[in-house]
């Protein structure tokens, strides 16, 4: 927003100060007009949202006890309900409790808030992927911490670069997220992943793996996450923390993620927790809670996958059989994302433009970069649109691409 003379100027703190604001957010508003097909947004399919189930949950939490654990206020570290549905959720993927605890929070949008609000201080440098997650960045760059990114390849985010990285000051954070990263789609090795955990126990420094869209594999080998993983390497699990979401399984209406963290770095994280809310929605949490124990998530969660199967695919192949060459793509094996980059040099960031003009949307790549951002990608959502608009959204962008080069 630009002020004008009549605008009071507010003394914001220097770090809200910093925080860049979105350009491409600005442009991105004409993607919610009605004839955009937009493959901007990373939003779940709504008309997948399994209402009734959600009806019938949020019935049972307030029939309950006249709902009174639903609408009183509750514990900080969470609803006893759903932190016990979640630690089984989690032990479903390996992932055991011994040493650890587990805290109910405000998406996982608020998990990465919390680690930033315990370990940063100003200057303190945050390893992170990149491209990178951008709402990770602008939460780190608020506790006034330097991220420093690692570039990606077919395993993933580049790990071993930690050895020889000029780094301005020792990490006090690793962040990534895997499987699936969001905007690349990268999904780090099992491999890489022995490797980190093993540098983190060496060095002592933590390593938070954010894991929103691993339930939404749809093809190949689910690789044990990091949290799993830091059960079998010397001296790893003190050094490995974890969140996860129900934003895309369930509804991210719902406001519902989760931190596992080691026990005394929960303990602190559950302080800094109270300071900042309290506790996450009581409802909220006894419904998801009635949800879960109900077992419909994982007939729900078949539906979500064969849907985003069938729309992936028909995007990845409308992009080659529109673009051939011109557009290099891994097609992923989950998530939300597909991530593009133009052969001819083609410049995302004036594309989009032209893309809007003809009735589509997608989101420059150089948006996911703090620094040094290339101009030729793109992130193409495929989740929200049938195969039908994912085909026509494509022949729109096409018809920009080529209108762009002069034809
Ligand atoms: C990588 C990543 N982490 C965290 C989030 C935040 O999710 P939540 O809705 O749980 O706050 C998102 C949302 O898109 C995401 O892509």
């Known amino acids: 927003m630009s002020s004008t003379a009549d605008t009071p100027r507010y003394p914001l703190s220097t770090r809200a100060a910093a925080l ?5 957010r600005e442009l991105l508003k004409a993607a919610q007009q009605a004839h955009v097909i937009s493959l901007a947004g990373g939003l779940p399919a709504a008309e997948l949202f399994d209402t009734e189930g959600l009806r019938a949950a949020t019935q049972a939490a307030l029939a309950e006890g006249a709902g009174v654990a639903a609408l009183q206020y509750g514990l900080t570290e969470g609803q006893p309900a759903l932190r016990a549905a979640l630690r089984t959720h989690e032990a479903g993927r390996g992932i055991d409790m011994a040493g650890r605890e587990l805290l109910v929070t405000t998406g996982s949008q608020q998990a990465l808030d919390i680690v930033a609000r315990l370990l940063l201080d100003e200057g303190d440098v945050v390893v ?20 420093v990114g690692l570039d990606e390849d077919a395993e993933g985010a580049r790990v071993e670069d930690l050895e020889t990285l000029a780094l301005p000051a020792r990490p ?38 954010d894991d929103p869209y691993g339930v939404l594999r ?10 799993a ?7 790893a699990r003190a050094w490995c923390g974890r969140t996860s979401t129900l934003s895309k399984a369930v509804a991210p209406g719902l406001r519902l993620g989760w931190l596992v963290l080691p026990r005394p770095l929960a303990e602190a994280a559950a302080r800094v927790k109270q300071a900042m809310d309290l506790h996450t929605s009581s409802f909220a949490q006894e419904v998801a809670a009635r949800y879960l124990e109900s077992g419909r998530l994982p ?33 992923p094996e989950g998530g939300m994302f597909v991530w593009a980059r133009f052969t001819d040099g083609t410049d995302t960031r004036a594309l989009l433009p032209r893309a809007l003009d003809a009735g589509m949307a ?11 951002a290339p101009r030729d990608r793109l992130r193409l959502s495929f989740t929200t649109e049938s195969p039908e608009r994912l085909r026509e959204g494509v022949a729109r962008l096409h018809a920009a691409w080529r209108a762009a080069r002069g034809g």
Request: hydrophobic share 45%; charged share 25%.
């Open 20 to 24: 860049r604001s979105s350009d491409v």
């Open 128 to 147: 992170v992927q990149r491209p990178s997650y951008l709402a990770a960045l602008q939460t780190f760059t608020l506790a006034g911490a330097r991220c």
């Open 172 to 209: 006090k954070l690793v962040y990534l997220v895997s499987p699936f990263a969001n905007p690349s789609g990268a999904s780090l090795s099992l491999r890489r992943r022995q490797w980190l955990l093993a540098w983190a126990a060496r060095h002592q420094v933590l390593v938070l793996e």
């Open 218 to 227: 749809t093809e190949g080998q689910e690789l044990p996450s990091l949290t």
């Open 229 to 235: 993983l830091a059960q079998e390497v010397p001296g």
């Open 299 to 331: 007939a729900h969660l078949a539906r979500v996958r064969e849907a985003y199967r069938e729309r992936r695919r028909a995007l990845c192949r409308a992009l080659t059989d529109a673009f051939g060459a011109a557009l290099e793509f891994d097609e």
């Open 362 to 372: 997608f989101v420059p790549g150089d948006a996911f970069y703090a620094e040094g």
